[in-house]
């Protein structure tokens, strides 16, 4: 309650203007600072990947965007460059241009919150739909390169650069959560292993028994990027939240 009446008090300017001469008039101006902050991730002391957005979360609705994105300072030895989006009127999401430099120290501050968080030696991954190989780098050197099979027709892999959201030891794939009812003929239940989201649409990095025989040859899955057992178990512990994962032809 305290915290709620001085952010009140804090949030209301009143200015006053006399004007000259008789009746004189008062104009007032509201002057509403940037919200507390509730929370900002990646938390501090955590190491993530180059691609790794910074998400602000304040403790009350922002009026002026604008202006607390101008208070945002996010940098390592000076500002980096980056662009903002918001998911509500609480939530700023900042995502960098280009990548995070590797194996760097990030500081994000706004107002009195502040949080310091370290970037991998920048850790790659690359599908090639063309060639059906999946290829990860570590500091620009290629450590691994696997047979792959990605999204058949009419069920392609999106290309472009996608983030590591998050990772699972173990994933249930239901079609109804990417619009295949159970009764199409692509229906299906499958229990996966050591998956990485890379889109909140449905598409995976992860073990695909099932395709071995076309990994390298094909394109079969339903957008994802299928690997045998055993790449997808190191794929998983190689990979982190945040590294990027170019998908292309």
Not at 117 to 137: K, Q
Not at 210 to 237: F, M, P, T
Request: hydrophobic letters at 40%; glycine letters at 10%.
């Amino acid at each position: 309650m305290r915290s709620a009446i001085r952010y009140l008090f804090l949030a209301t300017v009143i200015v006053a203007l006399a004007a000259f001469g008789s009746g004189a008039a008062v104009a007032t101006m509201i002057v509403r600072p940037t919200p507390p902050v509730a929370a900002i991730g990646p938390s501090n002391g955590q190491v993530v990947g180059v691609a790794h957005p910074v998400t602000i979360r304040f403790a009350a609705p922002v009026t002026d965007r604008a202006k607390t994105e101008q208070s945002i300072d996010i940098r390592t030895t000076r500002p980096l460059p980056g662009t903002f989006a918001w998911t509500d009127d609480r939530e700023a999401v900042w995502t960098p241009t280009g990548f995070l430099p590797a194996d760097a120290t990030v500081l994000v501050s706004v107002g009195g919150a502040r949080t310091e968080f370290r970037t991998n030696a920048g850790v790659f991954g690359e599908a090639n739909m063309s060639a059906h190989t999946f290829t990860v780098t570590v500091g620009g050197t290629v450590v691994r390169t696997m047979p792959a099979s990605m999204g058949k027709p009419g069920y392609e892999t999106p290309a472009g650069t996608w983030p590591v959201l998050e990772k699972f030891r173990s994933v249930v794939f239901d079609s109804r959560t990417i619009g295949i009812p159970l009764s199409s003929p692509e229906g299906y239940v499958i229990n996966g292993e050591f998956a990485e989201r890379l889109t909140w649409g449905g598409v995976f990095i992860h073990s695909a028994p099932w395709s071995v025989d076309q990994q390298g040859y094909a394109n079969v899955s339903h957008g994802c990027i299928n690997l045998s057992r055993d790449d997808a178990e190191w794929v998983y512990h190689t990979i982190g939240v945040g590294d990027p994962v170019v998908t292309h032809w």
